[in-house]
């Protein structure tokens, strides 16, 4: 009986042996060096009504750095690079994230709030932020009216319509500036963004 001890529990040794083995195989297997960081940029074509509406309330809305705006022909654009994430958009899976962020001044009281670790949450299909000094996210903005999503190569893309604030970010941003300007399903602009995952 001993000797049968001693070899079944040899036995069973060398069976964890070799699934921990394989275990460690299947594991080094499974993580892919990333050579490459992700690239592309989230465009925010802003709308005309929407900066007059919040200039004519005081409130001012500014990108800030690596974002950055350009207004040609009368048209202002506000892009936000793709610094990391991992996501497969026609799959509605994971997450994109941008450098940058974005400052609201309201010049009426001197309040103001800035966000920054801007992501796009796919399968939540909003854009959020974490406002300075906090470290909970807020949604702030939700592709909406006609949207769609590709893939070329490599390259996922998504395209809106409209741009809209998000309802929970509408009461952040009144309750930390001390406004009732912002509700939920107001129209920022349209949305063209490009995401190609690291290697």
Do not use: C, E, H
Request: glycine share 14%.
């Amino acid at each position: 009986m001993a000797r049968i001890g001693a070899r079944l529990a040899a036995t069973g040794a060398a069976v964890v042996l070799g699934i921990t083995g394989f275990s460690s195989v299947a594991a080094a297997d499974g993580t892919v060096a990333t050579t490459t960081a992700p690239t592309g940029s989230a465009v925010i074509t802003v709308d005309q009504q929407f900066l007059a509406n919040t200039a004519l309330n005081g409130i001012v809305v500014l990108p800030l750095p690596s974002a950055t705006a350009d207004d040609t022909n009368n048209v202002l654009t506000t892009t936000f690079p793709v610094t990391g994430g991992v996501a497969n958009i026609p799959a509605f899976n994971g997450s994109v994230q941008f450098g940058g962020g974005l400052l609201f001044v309201n010049l009426n009281n001197g309040k103001n709030v800035a966000f920054k670790q801007l992501d796009f949450a796919v399968r939540a299909w909003n854009f959020s932020g974490v406002p300075d000094g906090g470290t909970t996210s807020v949604a702030l903005l939700d592709p909406r009216g006609f949207t769609q999503r590709g893939r070329t190569g490599t390259t996922q893309t998504v395209s809106a319509t409209s741009l809209q604030v998000d309802a929970a970010g509408a009461q952040y941003l009144d309750t930390a500036l001390g406004t009732t300007y912002f509700t939920g399903g107001q129209s920022v602009g349209s949305l063209a963004l490009s995401y190609t995952p690291g290697s």
